[in-house]
C-alpha cells in the first residue's frame, strides 16, 4: 500500500518530493506500533497513542508531520474503497433533506447572519456529496477528517476556506445531529499562515476617494474614517448615527458586538445632506405602505411597527425593493455590497494602486494611521472592535513610522 500512497503524494502536489519519504516512514512506524496491516484505516484513539508515544522523544514539529501523514493516509485509504451504487435510497435522501432544513432552523434560532447561512448550507451539500449520502448514523469524526483532507489534496483551498467547512460542518454535528467530536476538532483544523494586512497610505487613500464620487464616495470615507467592516456600514440605521456627539454605533458586530467610534467632522455635512435624501425615500415607503424594513432578532415579532420608524430606516438604503430571502416578504434592504465593491476597485485601478487593495484596506489603514499618529493600541481595539489585544497588535507590525519611539544605538 506503501507504493501507491507514495504515488499518490507525488502527483496530488500536497506535499514536497523531499518529505515523501519522511511521511512513508511516520506510516510505518505508526501502523507498526499500532500492529494493525496497512489495509484498515486507525482511528483517532489509536492515532493520538501514537503520537503521545511519539512526542516523549521527538520534536513538535516532527510529531505534527506525522500526524498530517497519517491523517493523509487515511484518505488516500478511503478513497481507494470502492463506491458506492448510484442508486441511493430514497429515504436516504429525504434523511439528508431533512438535516438541512434543521439545520436552516438552528441557524435562524441563534440568529446567525444570512450569508452565514448560505455559506453553512453550502458546505453540507459539499459535505453530503463527498461521504455519498452516508446514513446518518454512521457518521464520525473520521468522515470530517477525509473531507478536509479532499479540500487540502484535491481542491488545494485555504487553511481559512478549510476551517469555514469545518466550523459549517461542526455546527451541523453539533447541533442538528447531536455528535459528540469535540476531542476531534483541534486535530483536523488547519493552521492558518500569519499574513501581514495591506494597508494603504495616506496618499494613495486620498488618490482613491478622488477617483470616486457620489454615494460610494461617500460610503468609503465613512469606512475609513470610522473603521467599518463592509457589512457594518451597509448595515447603520438612522439612529446609529450621532452626528451632533461625532458618534456612530456599530449594532450586533463581529462576534454579535455593539461598540461605538469616531464620526469624522469632515463627514458630518455630506451626511446631513444625504440623511435628508434618504428621507425623502422613507416618506415615499409611507406613503405606499411599503412592508418596514428588516428588524434583527425578535423586535419584528415585538414591536410589529418598529420597522416603519424613521430611525430603524437604512442609512444607505437601496433604491427598488427585493424580496427578504428568509420571510419573503417585499421590503426595502440596505444597498448590495457588490455594487460598492465594484465601484472601489475602479477607483483603486485609476488610481494607478498596485496593492492588492479591497474595501476591508480602508479599515486596517484606519488602524495603522491612527497608531502611526500616537493614539494607543487600546483605544484602537475598542474602536475595532477586537475581543483580543493581540489582534490590533499586527498593525504594530505595517506601521511605517517608529512607533516604539526606539532610537537606533548608530545614531548616538
Known sequence: MLEPFKNFLSLKGKVNDKYIPFY????????????????????????????????????????NQADNALRLYGYFLSSQQSDKSDGIQETLINDWKAVEKKTIEAIRLRHRSYSTEKTYIAWLRQFQGFVKSKELKNLDGKDIQDFLSYLAVERKVSASTQNQALNAIVFVYRHVLEKDIEDQINSVRARQKRRLPVVLTIKEVNNIFDEMSGLYCLMVKLIYGCGLRLQECLSLRIKDVDIEQGIVIVRSGKGDKDRRTVLPESLKDDLLHHISSVRDIY????????????????????????????????????????IDPRSRIVRRHHLHPA???????????????????????????FATHLLESGYDIRTIQALLGHRNLQTTM??????????????????K
Not at 516512514?25 to 503520537?51: A, C, H, M
Not at 455594487?339 to 477607483?347: E, H, P
Not at 488610481?351 to 474595501?359: D, F, L, R, V, Y
Not at 499586527?394 to 545614531?411: C, E, F, M, Q, W
Open 339 to 365: 455594487s460598492l465593491q465594484r465601484a472601489f476597485k475602479d477607483a483603486v485601478i485609476k488610481a494607478g494602486i498596485t496593492k492588492q487593495a479591497s474595501i476591508h484596506t480602508l479599515r486596517h489603514s
Open 394 to 411: 499586527i498593525y504594530t507590525h505595517v506601521a511605517t513610522k517608529n512607533i516604539l519611539g526606539v532610537r537606533s544605538p548608530l545614531d
Open 283 to 322: 416618506e415615499q415607503d409611507r406613503r405606499d405602505n411599503t412592508n418596514g424594513v428588516y428588524l434583527p432578532g425578535a423586535l419584528e415579532k415585538k414591536y410589529p411597527n418598529a420597522g416603519k420608524e424613521w430611525g430603524w430606516f437604512w442609512l444607505f438604503p437601496a433604491k427598488d425593493l427585493s
Open 24 to 63: 512513508l516512514e511516520w506510516v510505518t512506524e505508526g501502523y507498526r506500533f499500532l500492529d494493525i496491516p496497512l489495509t484498515q484505516p486507525i482511528t483517532n484513539e489509536q492515532k493520538s497513542q501514537f503520537l503521545k508515544r511519539l512526542s516523549k522523544n521527538h520534536e513538535d514539529w516532527q510529531v
